[in-house]
């Protein structure tokens, strides 16, 4: 079973820049696609990115596009959420996690392995 960490979360300016990392104990993410969620306080876990291991596929939630960007070093095992231009709405715990179903990697319900989450503050 993998086991996620995630890293890089603190506190910034708006309009600054983190990068979040998602490493991967236990097993390869070979076989998985691999999801970044936030939870705002009093808010759902909700869907951020995504990118397929196999096909470098990526998708991403329509908030985050053209800011963000999800990618991965086969070699570390690790997914990094590239997270530009942010603002007070992208202030959460920012969770990584596995699922096997592409065609709904929004759907959090379909993803396991959950790491502890990172915080992301942005001050404006």
């Known amino acids: 079973q993998v086991q996620l960490v995630e890293s890089g979360g603190g506190l910034v300016q708006a309009g600054g820049s983190l990068r979040l990392s998602c490493a991967a104990s236990?097993?390869?993410?070979?076989?998985?696609?691999v999801g970044w969620f936030r939870q705002a306080p009093g808010k759902e876990r909700e869907f951020v990115a995504a990118i397929r291991w196999k096909t470098d596929s990526t998708y991403y939630v329509d908030s985050v596009k053209g800011r963000f960007t999800i990618s991965k070093d086969n070699a570390k095992n690790t997914v990094y959420l590239q997270m530009n231009s942010l603002n007070s709405d992208d202030t959460a715990v920012y969770y990584c996690?596995?699922?096997?179903?592409?065609?709904?990697?929004?759907?959090?319900?379909?993803?396991?392995?959950w790491g502890q989450g990172t915080q992301v503050t942005v001050s404006s």
């Open positions: 236990g097993r390869t993410f070979s076989g998985y696609s």
């Open positions: 996690a596995v699922t096997t179903i592409w065609r709904s990697v929004p759907n959090r319900y379909d993803y396991a392995g």
